[in-house]
């Protein structure tokens, strides 16, 4: 193998599959990244539950691979001048790097070695804007369950009918719902994608219009951009029927600024701990919200004007559930519906339904 | 104490004291910061080493002073809505801190427990721009010694001789001096201080004209600022004759750019270890420097252009002593002095002699 490349699509490309590169493995080829030069310089990262491959533009000499440790090759990449890189594979897998007046051989594994991307069937496929599922991943994944007890739930589902995408995490005490209308017509299906991927391609995901197409198969899902390509399995089983969860019904409706809610609740939590699970207090009387906590620590009290439909309430929560939620939303306003003083309450937008936000409450002591 | 004072002053007064709040300690009163208000409200923190004080402009309402547990007086404030801030103490040690509509009652400690700042004689004063001594600091301090078994090392020495200061750090491997000349008439003296507090003092003094007044006294240093004082307790005991370890003449001279031999040896530091201390070679020969590395994980070679004087030379270095010294320097090109393949060299300024910085070498196995 013989290419020569500019530093920086080198980088970007490293950047890219370096997500998919594992530290905790004892396999040391897993460590590795794999260079392939064919018609085109690809570099693929895989830890066996995600598999990155990214596309460099190369003047390709000479065709072949190699597998080149990940932290070397890239801590190496990062300092050579800003200029062409040459990599060339000599004997015995002695890889050579060189740029300008700087020159390094490195030791690399044979390509043979390296486990192949699961092959995907291109049959259903949907595409959107990159920008749009990825603020929609990242609107529900904090949600997701870490309990490995319940293994479906260490994912989020991703959920398409009647041409709306929906996006589910729920992790026993909450719930995080978005959902997005898409303009052409595309099969319904349902799956389940667990959120340590997730949260990868998250960051591979870019706020652009460009669009990724995104195709499933039975235990894998492919999203395809134009330089990159992710892979990654599915989780088996059945998801919750999450629409029976969602309660339709309040008892009271309050409408709120949503940063003013956060900043309060923010403050409130600081006398919290999340080990002795401390909750935080909303009073909900006289369009008036007054949110208090009261711990070993000291107390505070908080007040927020509100709308407010309904009866009077006062309910518990724990802190970061809310704090979580109100980060993501970007509306300026939200509705919260509060069904009753020991049921779940839910934070959707003040127009339309393109988001959901399910608490569970904690029981407060009487004062 | 009552008192009133805006957010954005508190926060900063909070900024500045907290970095002489330990959280490693057993003494619940030094996790705290002292508010005092008198004829000006004033913040401490003190962990016995070093002690800061910070000035907050505030309306005083009524004197007083209370200990608030430093995280979370801090965290509380920093929450706060951009506004006014009240706090006032109650019976019992209990604090109010009130900020719009929110309001918070946390636990004091009383001021009486809190161990006072040493007295400090205000005889022996100098007075420097914050940028230069801040300067001066962060070039030097990188050189200090951890090695507790010489605790004077641990320190940096700041010597006035002839209305010239300097700063020396030496580790018992490499030496850096920073010297600047000021230009009134001061009293000659040398301290070293500990080069723990220097890294908290480098952090409160800014890249700004403005004079700091430096007071010297027997065991202890105080940094005086507008807006805060800085005490530091001092390391007894003689320091090193530094100046008879940089050696006057040389068998081989070398002109070179400082970035770009700082990016040469980086990269011939990526295949070296910190562990293994493989050493980075230099080979100086027809106004070309070789710099090389050759470990179990591969080899590097890196050709700098340079000017020089004198004859050949092969010379070993652990390429950390090179990196550090050469990152703080300013300058576009330094010199650099051999004065043997087995003895130290000294990176100097091209004119004057504002700085050395001079490293022993590490032998290197024979080709």
Excluded: W
Excluded at 12 to 41: C, M, P, W, Y
Excluded at 230 to 250: A, C, H, M, T, W
């Amino acid at each position: 193998m013989k290419v020569i490349c500019s530093k920086d699509a080198l980088i970007e490309g490293i950047g890219i599959v370096q997500k998919a590169v594992t530290t905790k493995t004892t396999l040391k080829i897993l460590e590795g990244i794999l260079l392939e030069a064919s018609d085109r310089f690809k570099l693929t990262g895989n830890d066996l539950e995600i598999g990155i491959e990214s596309y460099v533009d190369a003047d390709i000499r000479e065709q072949g691979n190699i597998v080149l440790n990940s932290k070397m090759f890239g801590d190496i990449v990062r300092r050579l001048p800003d200029s062409e890189v040459l990599i060339e594979v000599k004997q015995n897998f002695e890889v050579i790097i060189e740029c300008e007046n700087s020159h390094f051989e490195i030791k690399g594994l044979p390509a043979s070695e390296y486990p192949a991307l699961p092959p995907i069937k291109r049959e259903n496929v949907f595409k959107i804007k990159q920008k749009i599922i990825r603020d929609m991943i990242k609107q529900t994944i904090f949600a997701v369950s870490i309990d490995e007890n319940r293994r479906i739930l260490t994912g989020s589902l991703i959920e398409c009918a009647d041409n709306e995408i929906s996006i589910v995490s729920i992790d026993g005490f909450r719930l995080a719902l978005r959902r997005y209308l898409i303009s052409n017509d595309i099969q319904d299906f349902n799956v389940v994608i667990p959120g340590k991927t997730l949260n990868e391609i998250v960051k591979i995901l870019q706020p652009v219009e460009d669009e990724v197409a995104i195709y499933i198969s039975d235990n894998q899902i492919l999203f395809e951009m134009q330089k990159c390509k992710v892979v990654s399995r599915l989780l088996e089983g059945e998801y919750l029927n999450y629409k029976s969860i969602i309660p339709q019904d309040f008892e009271t409706k309050l409408r709120v600024g949503t940063k003013e809610l956060l900043a309060s609740i923010e403050r409130a939590s600081l006398i919290t701990s999340e080990e002795k699970k401390y909750p935080v207090k909303f009073r909900i009387a006289d369009d008036k919200l007054i949110i208090s906590s009261n711990t070993d620590l000291g107390a505070s009290r908080d007040e927020v004007r509100v709308d407010m439909y309904g009866n009077k309430m006062e309910i518990g929560f724990n802190p970061r559930y809310f704090i979580e939620a109100l980060k993501v939303i970007e509306d300026e306003n939200v509705d919260i519906f509060f069904t009753s003083s020991i049921g779940p309450c839910t934070i959707k937008p003040v127009e339309g339904s393109s988001f959901a936000y399910m608490i569970l409450p904690v029981r407060i002591k009487g004062e």
